[in-house]
């Protein structure tokens, strides 16, 4: 390819990724905005499961907020940044994002990620007793 098309496709990709992790931060903040607003909603009509609610619309956009930033974060690594540098960060920021995942579905669910969710042994609960 052109030298000058490789640069248009590097400024596409560039922009691509800058898209992908500002939709994370909006996903985050409208899912609290909504979440908080759905609590209000539901806290004054009595709902004793208000809070629990409201946990679980901020996890599950916390949720897509950081696949939307691993997305990106991959989409950087290969291909706009080539270094082994750059992948051992990658490689850390998984991690780090994949431990607040798990930390989060098992916040929501109450079990662990990878017992479905017909198993009654799989609850936090039962397994913490």
Same mark, same amino acid.
């Given at each position: 390819?052109?030298?000058?098309?490789?640069?248009?496709?590097?400024?596409?990709? &560039?922009?691509?990724?800058?898209?992908?992790?500002?939709l994370?931060?909006?996903? /985050?903040?409208?899912?609290?905005?909504?979440?908080t607003? $759905?609590?209000?909603? &539901?806290?004054?009509?009595?709902?004793?499961?208000?809070f629990?609610?409201? %946990?679980? %619309?901020?996890?599950?956009?916390?949720?897509?907020?950081? &696949?939307?930033?691993?997305?990106?974060?991959?989409?950087?690594?290969?291909?706009?940044?080539? $270094?082994?540098?750059s992948?051992?960060?990658?490689?850390?920021?998984?991690?780090?994002?994949?431990?607040?995942?798990?930390?989060?579905? /098992?916040?929501?669910?109450?079990?662990?990620?990878?017992? $479905? %969710?017909q198993?009654?042994?799989?609850?936090?609960?039962? %397994?913490?007793?």
């Amino acid at each position: 390819m052109p030298e000058s098309t490789l640069t248009l496709l590097h400024y596409a990709l &560039q922009y691509a990724v800058d898209a992908l992790e500002a939709l994370a931060v909006i996903a /985050i903040l409208v899912g609290a905005a909504l979440g908080t607003i $759905s609590f209000a909603v &539901q806290f004054t009509r009595g709902n004793a499961r208000a809070f629990e609610i409201y %946990r679980n %619309r901020v996890g599950r956009a916390l949720l897509m907020g950081l &696949q939307l930033l691993v997305a990106g974060d991959v989409v950087k690594t290969v291909v706009l940044d080539e $270094s082994l540098e750059s992948v051992v960060v990658l490689a850390i920021l998984v991690l780090v994002r994949t431990f607040l995942s798990w930390s989060t579905i /098992i916040e929501i669910e109450g079990r662990w990620p990878w017992i $479905s %969710r017909q198993d009654p042994r799989g609850s936090i609960e039962t %397994r913490a007793n």
